[in-house]
């Protein structure tokens, strides 16, 4: 972990909440709806950026309900690139964007050969995963820039510090992440603006549900709402985390003790093993 001087952003915010909007991609499961009732606590408003409508607004309506806050919503598949880009600049124009949840993100259906990846998920995790974080950034930071204030937090993940076989695109993607975002912050740490870079391990969600091993909830699989809870209350305290304390010490754990020909190995008879206990082959 990196530290970065104490600050407590939310104290900080508390004085902007008023103005202050909240966005957060892919929020109407798992981790991102997390953040997005997190940071609706700050009572800041919320804008909810995903791909289902119906979800969209039964989140927003749950949102707006709980914490006493006003949410947008936009409806966008992040799965069709470049074009999406003018509808979402739109609806943000004219807002004082405060916090960005970089959370958007996909993952191959189960562990498996490049050759056996499709067109279609190869181009989403590169559209998904890779150019919605640097799209979603370009639309915000010249707001945060010229008021000299705002948080950028993207979602990264421990399956991002080495290659990763069977789960090379995910992996490869979620490294991009990581590196982009941690240069990032060097570039605008002096211009008021923290970015995060939170690389967890697994976590209860629709992503891992493909299997019981990684998907059933432990003290290292905890669910979204465990994991988010602990994560935010690193912003601004830290420029790079894991999030949650068990993935901090498989973190450091990796990144420091383990060889990459050695993870490797692991991963790579680990995503056999989640590949022969998958949850279609025991239903
Ligand atoms: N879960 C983990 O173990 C884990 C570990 C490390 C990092 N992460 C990262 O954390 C982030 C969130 O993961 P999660 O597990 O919370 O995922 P999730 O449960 O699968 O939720 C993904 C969310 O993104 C939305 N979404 C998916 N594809 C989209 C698209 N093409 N356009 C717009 N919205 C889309 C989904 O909307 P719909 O409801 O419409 O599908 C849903 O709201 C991802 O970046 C992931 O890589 C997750």
């Known amino acids: 972990m990196i530290f970065t001087f104490a600050k407590n952003f939310f104290k900080v915010y508390k004085e902007f909440r008023k103005i202050s909007v909240v966005v957060v991609t892919g929020c109407t499961d798992g981790i991102g709806k997390e953040y997005a009732k997190e940071l609706a606590k700050t009572k800041m408003n919320i804008v909810l950026i995903s791909r289902t409508q119906s979800k969209l607004e039964k989140v927003a309506a749950e949102i707006s309900e709980e914490f ?7 409806r966008a598949d992040f799965s069709n690139g470049q074009s999406i880009y003018e509808d979402i600049s739109k609806h943000l124009k004219d807002k004082e964007i405060g916090v960005l ?4 993100g996909v993952m191959l259906p189960r562990p498996m050969k490049f050759g056996e990846a499709s067109e279609f998920d190869i181009w989403s995790h590169v559209n998904v995963n890779v150019a919605a974080v640097l799209a979603m950034t370009k639309l915000v930071l010249p707001g945060m820039v010229s008021r000299h204030r705002g948080a950028i937090i993207n979602l990264a993940s421990i399956a991002g510090t080495h290659p ?4 090379g695109i995910y992996g490869a993607t979620k490294a991009f992440i990581d590196d982009f975002s941690q240069a990032l912050e060097w ?7 923290t970015v995060q870079t939170v690389n967890p391990s697994y976590v209860s969600t629709n992503m891992t549900s493909f299997s019981d091993l990684v998907h059933k909830q432990n003290p290292a699989v905890p669910t979204a709402a ?3 809870s602990h994560a935010i209350a690193t912003i601004g305290y830290t420029c790079r985390t894991s999030g949650y304390w068990i993935h ?13 020909w050695l993870f490797m190995f692991a991963m790579y008879m680990w995503n056999l093993l989640l590949l022969h206990n998958l949850k279609e082959n025991k239903e």
Request: aromatic share 8%; net charge positive; hydrophobic share 35%.
């Open 68 to 74: 006493g806050v006003k949410t947008e919503i936009v």
């Open 187 to 193: 570039e605008y740490r002096s211009s008021g603006i």
């Open 164 to 167: 990763l076989p069977l789960m």
């Open 101 to 104: 949840v970089n959370n958007v």
């Open 226 to 228: 465990t994991f988010v």
């Open 248 to 260: 901090g010490i498989a973190k450091h754990t990796v990144e420091n003790y383990c060889p990459k």
